[in-house]
């Protein structure tokens, strides 16, 4: 079977012209370029199946790295991800990394590799030291912003977001509002309570370090923790930083005898299908979340097909408050 | 930089045999392997970026093949196959098909390519004649068995699990049930079907086509069908295909003023987290799916492990009915 060499050898030119060829490579003249097609084809050379990598220097693959898709906030990223890149001729792989930067840093992995041809990560944790010698144009991030990756990101506003929600309650009357987040070494959630801070002072209420609790994404902590609080008739309200934790909050009140809202309003983030679905409905901060992914992904194909034309971009996209039942 | 001629030169050996060597073939005696090995050292050889693949003949990647994610059932599954793969050394990529089988069939390319060593499919919809020249041995089914696909799978019996949950709606005094599917080309809704059939004919009653409703999985179709049935009354329980539909069914019934479960009741299927925590709560079929995923993961890895050892094998898992608020 002939190799690349044999090529070389027959068009006389060096292996490196021929991966150029092979590579679609702009540096070779047509003059070479047609020499070497003649010898690939009069020797009959097939790049082999390994090589095709290599070859067209392209998999036409873009990997999304999730934290998780027990989340159905994800699914409408995915989407617009998913059909942004197949209109522009790409397939999307997914990795999930339960939070754990070790294991982002490990799927990033494929790009070096070749694998996928960039990669957007989608509210999945990093860590600086996972980060070095990263591709950064290679990679959006989305929906969250790890600052220490300079990379171009497509993400809402969301210290607004959670200010527009707590000023939201407090025109409504509430006064002793709770807020519920996720860990504060997740961007998001240290902007988000930040929200909180700013929409309670610019109240005249006083911002209380106590009545922030942590809590994970999911409904049963919370709900655990708020119907363990003695004192929840002391609060009229709770913001929270998803519909799930509402969810939690609400069968808390319920649990004890609290009308929701008229005694206790709860608010969630992200709009899920369970925010409309649930009784009560739950008032809500949309993310355009379709709208990021298929931002995300259209940045980084467009990078993909001219790295030359290269630029980081930030993008801000607009948030929406959903005023439903619960608040 | 020193080539695997090179090492095979000094090493006194074939080309070849370096690259058996390198991809830890037994064919290899234990001496010979020695000599290989000193030489790698010796001349400091690196196998390439590329020839990684080549090398080990491994990605230590597996596919899964989803329909969505937009769907909460698929997380448990993934979940269990990450878990079993994570524990073995294999990391997971994840791609979505929206039940497309020519989608399907671009994905699994990547077992022939080389980019996965082997592939999960999910419940994604597949087509015979996308499925020639695949090497079952790399793919098992889970959750939906597709016949002509001759590979190793794992799932429950979607027979009688559809056949327990009618028969439950029955044993509770009901006598005009409707049963809401997807589509029969997929063999598990078909099985569905006939269980639905088959519990109404054991129990006296007569089976009729009209009594069928196809429709997609999520709530909104089925919602307007009912409320657009203007019969519904003649009706007292519908066993729907997923536990969306359940929901949807659960909001026609109070836009028409009927109660949940006395006058109508409502089954659904798969067990989301919804189901739980959704007002009434609602009855359904659970699924193993942690199960699921763990046990296709661990046939496909035993597989890919020792290749020679491989038997197809069909799993089929225990369902449960749980017994809620909705029937």
């Not at 150029?20 to 070497?36: D, P």
């Not at 003649?38 to 790049?47: D, R, S, T, V, Y």
């Not at 929200?195 to 209380?208: D, M, P, T």
């Not at 319920?254 to 983030?269: C, N």
Request: aromatic share 8%; with cysteine.
């Amino acid at each position: 079977m002939p190799t690349v060499k044999d090529v070389a050898q027959r068009a006389g030119v060096s292996v490196a012209t021929v991966s150029r060829v092979l590579n679609n490579s702009e540096k070779v003249s047509e003059q070479t370029r047609q020499k070497v097609l003649k010898a690939i084809e009069e020797l009959g050379f097939k790049p082999n199946l390994l090589a095709r990598n290599f070859r067209k220097d392209k998999s036409n693959l873009i990997l999304v790295i999730l934290p998780t898709i027990a989340n159905a906030y994800f699914a409408r990223v995915v989407k617009g991800i998913e059909d942004t890149a197949r209109k522009n001729g790409y397939g999307i792989l997914l990795c999930t990394t339960q939070n754990s930067p070790e294991i982002a840093a490990e799927y990033l992995k494929l790009i070096e590799k070749k694998q996928v041809d960039g990669a957007i990560i989608a509210s999945a944790k990093i860590e600086i030291n996972f980060c070095k010698d990263l591709d950064t144009r290679r990679i959006v991030q989305a929906c969250e912003f790890y600052p220490f990756l300079d990379s171009s990101c497509v993400l809402i506003d969301h210290r607004k977001a959670f200010y527009d929600v707590v000023d939201y309650l407090i025109k409504k009357g509430k006064k002793n509002i709770l807020c519920a987040i996720g860990n504060e070494d997740i961007p998001s959630e240290f902007e988000r309570k930040e929200g909180y801070r700013k929409a309670l002072e610019e109240n005249g209420l006083q911002f209380r370090e106590e009545n922030v609790i942590r809590c994970s994404y999911g409904w049963t902590e919370l709900y655990e923790k708020l119907k363990n609080l003695c004192c929840l008739k002391k609060y009229d309200a709770i913001a929270c930083s998803s519909d799930l934790m509402a969810v939690g909050a609400i069968k808390a009140a319920k649990a004890l005898g609290l009308k929701v809202p008229d005694e206790f309003s709860v608010t969630g983030f992200d709009n899920i299908m369970m925010s409309r679905l649930y009784e009560p409905s739950i008032t809500t901060v949309a993310q355009p979340m379709y709208s990021i992914g298929e931002k995300a992904a259209q940045i980084l194909i467009d990078t993909l097909e001219s790295p030359g034309a290269f630029k980081k971009q930030k993008i801000i996209l607009p948030h929406e408050l959903k005023t439903r039942e619960s608040a």
